[in-house]
């Protein structure tokens, strides 16, 4: 008895009515006399009473059709019995009952009927036969290993309960996974469920033909209009001639879908036997607008309120590398900033060079400074590796202080690296970074130094939905004097992703009236946030930390409080009041978004 589709066609069954008139049924064979309808029972019972074990009652109750009007008549009733004796038998087949009995009891007038259906013994899965045809059939160490992997895998073992759906999905998931390394032409060629009710047995058989080992070819695209094919070619994690893999595939498809040059990108190869040796990867895609604009206004308690325009070309030069250029004025800060980013190469590395002019007025210093880098970066799903040249020149202007000019060029080297969840809505993993950068007054730089800075970040999931969040990150300038070093290159702390409480870059060394950058910082961050719903949720929060000229100087500063989270569309949002400790002075503080 085959039974693979049984549980999908009952799903698809059409409800047959079952008030026929008794007299029409006559004139058709049936031999039943027309009969008066039968009262109604009283409002405050059913129709059908069932009476079955819990677990089958409840899927009879989610699949089965009863009805909801007296029969017309004794012909109606008739038809209604064959229908649901037929459909449930249908119904339990699909969960391994193969011998249930079902029986109707007619009621007195204004009762309900009752139903009961006992499902009888489930079937038990009494052998299992898996066998392979192709090439995956060939005697070798590996491939033997591989297919005593798959049976291994298959679920659907001796001694347990034999279920329709089970059955269906568990012959998906062998093909699949024979599918997705090298045998891409894989199909089923036997599939066999055996059941003998009588004993409530089944007997399952399987056989694969894995068909022949298939090798990438070439690239075939279709789509390219501004851009030529050697772009695709960066990008590609697998070269011609190597076994097939539908990972791989799958992640040349995701590197080309993220990329800004395309807009929808759909990579698959044909799975003809006869093209095995060398399979072409067929490639279709429709390219982005090359070049964009784009503007938007914000409110941070950080920098205040904030408006920009944007603008990015992805084919500057004709080279598919990206020209992108920002104006953006916030109240505390102004920036203009224009960046050039090469292609990456098949190691992921790409060069970057750029400028930026930025003007600052926070807690009573103003900086005037100008910025040229050139920098070779190395980018992974994970992991963001940069080694640059930078140079700067700043003129500080700190209220009652003496004005300077500070001008260095320095070699930075920044490494960052996540395992997370969710880039957007992190609950469980963790992120790092850390950076090492210097100069020398023997290339032009007014004084000698070494800034280091690390940062980590870690989440952990509390119960079904909360999280708990610690951040912790330090930094130190080995230098004999802060003095000549642009801002950059110091530590000033407070505000948002520093200590709460505090306002913004408030702690660090007093220069006459105004608040400049020290040589050494610490802060952290321990935080609990409870979630209501799936989208709202309140934190609870410690900050602590300082940043000062020398350690000997440094004091713990502590911000606590709590606020509102909300996973909005546009990102995380955060709205906290905290404390500061030393003073009792309390502060609003708002962010979007995660910072890593």
């Known amino acids: 008895m085959n039974i693979s589709n049984a549980y999908n066609r009952l799903r698809r069954a059409l409800w047959i009515t079952w008030l026929l008139p008794g007299c029409l049924l006559s004139l058709l064979g049936y031999g039943i006399a027309c009969a008066e309808p039968e009262p109604a029972p009283d409002k405050k019972t059913t129709l059908i009473a069932l009476d079955a074990p819990a677990s089958i009652k409840k899927l009879i109750e989610q699949y089965i059709t009863f009805p909801d009007q007296p029969f017309a008549d004794a012909t109606s009733k008739a038809i209604f019995v064959r229908r649901v004796t037929r459909e449930i038998s249908g119904l339990l087949a699909t969960e391994g009952y193969f011998t249930p009995k079902i029986e109707f009891t007619p009621a007195a007038p204004g009762q309900p009927h009752q139903l009961n259906v006992v499902p009888g ?73 055996q059941v003998d009710p009588e004993t409530a047995q089944a007997y399952l058989n399987v056989v694969i033909d894995s068909g022949p080992a298939f090798r990438f070819g070439d690239l075939q695209a279709t789509g390219l209009e501004r851009y030529d094919l050697d772009i695709l070619q960066l990008k590609v994690p697998f070269r011609s001639g190597d076994p097939y893999r539908r990972d791989q595939l799958l992640a040349y498809q995701a590197r080309l879908q993220n990329s800004p040059l395309f807009n929808t990108v759909a990579v698959s190869i044909e799975p003809d036997p006869a093209l095995h040796e060398a399979v072409p990867v067929d490639i279709t895609l429709i390219e982005a607008h090359a070049k964009r604009i784009g503007a938007g206004v914000g409110y941070s308690s950080n920098n205040g309120a904030r408006g920009e325009i944007n603008y990015r070309d992805y084919n500057f030069l004709g080279r598919a590398w990206s020209l992108g250029s920002l104006l953006r004025l916030e109240q505390k800060r102004q920036t203009f900033s224009a960046r050039v980013d090469t292609l ?43 080694l640059g040249l930078n140079w700067q020149r700043e003129e500080r202007r700190p209220a009652g202080a003496p004005n300077t000019v500070n001008e260095t060029l320095a070699l930075d080297f920044w490494g960052r690296y996540r395992n997370i969840d969710d880039p957007i809505y992190v609950r469980n993993g963790y992120a790092s970074e850390m950076r090492l950068g210097g100069g020398t007054r023997h290339a032009l730089s007014e004084r000698d130094f070494i800034r280091s800075y690390a940062r980590h970040m870690h989440w952990w999931p509390i119960g079904a939905r909360d999280t708990l969040h ?52 610490a802060t952290g961050t ?71």
């Open 121 to 193: 013994p489930r079937t038990r899965i009494a052998s299992l036969s898996i066998e392979f045809l192709g090439d995956l059939a060939d005697d070798t160490p590996e491939r033997r290993a591989r297919i005593q992997k798959l049976r291994d895998d298959w679920p659907l073992t001796p001694g347990k309960v034999f279920r329709s759906a089970r059955w269906e999905d568990a012959k998906t998931a062998l093909l699949s996974s024979v599918m997705e390394r090298d045998y891409a032409a894989a199909r089923i060629t036997e599939s066999q469920a």
């Open 526 to 596: 321990l935080e609990y946030v409870r979630w209501f719903t799936d989208n709202w949720g309140a934190a609870a929060f410690t900050d602590v930390g300082d940043a000062t000229d020398r350690w000997q100087d440094f004091k713990l500063g502590l911000g606590y409080g709590g606020g509102v989270r909300w996973r909005s569309p546009a990102g995380p949002f955060a709205l906290d009041l905290a404390r500061r400790h030393d003073t009792g002075t309390l502060r609003f503080h708002f962010s979007i978004a995660v910072a890593f």
């Open 470 to 521: 610690l951040r912790a990150e330090v930094g130190y300038t080995l230098a004999s004097s802060r003095n000549g070093l642009p801002q950059e290159y110091l530590f000033r702390a407070g505000g948002i992703q520093s200590i709460r409480g505090y306002d913004f870059l408030s702690l660090g060394v007093r220069e006459g009236n105004a608040i400049v950058g020290g040589r050494t910082m």
């Open 344 to 386: 990456p190469d098949a190691n992921h590395y790409h060069y970057t060079f750029g400028a930026r002019v930025e003007m600052t007025d926070i807690k009573n210093l103003k900086t005037f400074n100008q910025r040229a880098d050139f920098s070779r970066i190395r980018t992974t799903v994970n992991s963001m590796m940069q």
